[in-house]
C-alpha cells in the first residue's frame, strides 16, 4: 500500500519559517507526482504546491503562497520537501501530502493517496 507521513508542522510567528516533509514507507516516491494542500476550519481543501515525478522537473504553485514557498524533491531521503518562509496568519491549516501518477491542475481530485496531515499555526 502507497503509504505517506508528513512532518515539520508546528507554531511559528508571521514572518517565520517551516520546512514540512513528505516521506514514502516502502515506496519509491521519486515515480510519483507530489502535491500538497491545506485545509483551514471551515474552509474547502486548496491546492497549495505540485511537483511532478523525479523524471521531470515540473512545478506549481497556487497564488498565494508564490514567491514564498518551494516544494523540492530528496531522492536519497525518499522525501518530498515544502519550505515555507515569510508565513502569515492565513496560512494557518492543516497541511497534507498527496500522490498522483499525473496532474494537471494542482487539484485535490487528481490526488489518490493522502498523508495524515500536520498542523500549521502562524500566529504572534
Known amino acids: 500500500q502507497l503509504q505517506l507521513v508528513e512532518s515539520g508542522g508546528g507554531l511559528v510567528q508571521p514572518g517565520g519559517s517551516l520546512r514540512l516533509s513528505c516521506a514514502a514507507a516502502?515506496?519509491?516516491?521519486?515515480?510519483?507526482?507530489i502535491g500538497w494542500f491545506r485545509q483551514a476550519p471551515g474552509k474547502e481543501r486548496e491546492g497549495v504546491s505540485c511537483?511532478?515525478?523525479?523524471?521531470?522537473?515540473?512545478?506549481s504553485y497556487a497564488d498565494f503562497v508564490k514567491g514564498r514557498f518551494t516544494i523540492s524533491r530528496d531522492g536519497a531521503k525518499n522525501t518530498v520537501y515544502l519550505q515555507m518562509d515569510s508565513l502569515k496568519p492565513e496560512d494557518t491549516a492543516v497541511y497534507y501530502c498527496?500522490?498522483?501518477?499525473?496532474?494537471?491542475?494542482?487539484?485535490?481530485?487528481?490526488?489518490?493517496?493522502w498523508g495524515q496531515g500536520t498542523h500549521v499555526t502562524v500566529s504572534s
Open positions: 498527496a500522490a498522483t501518477w499525473r496532474f494537471y491542475y494542482c487539484s485535490a481530485d487528481e490526488f489518490h493517496f
Open positions: 516502502e515506496f519509491d516516491i521519486g515515480v510519483h507526482a
Open positions: 511537483i511532478g515525478s523525479s523524471g521531470g522537473t515540473y512545478t
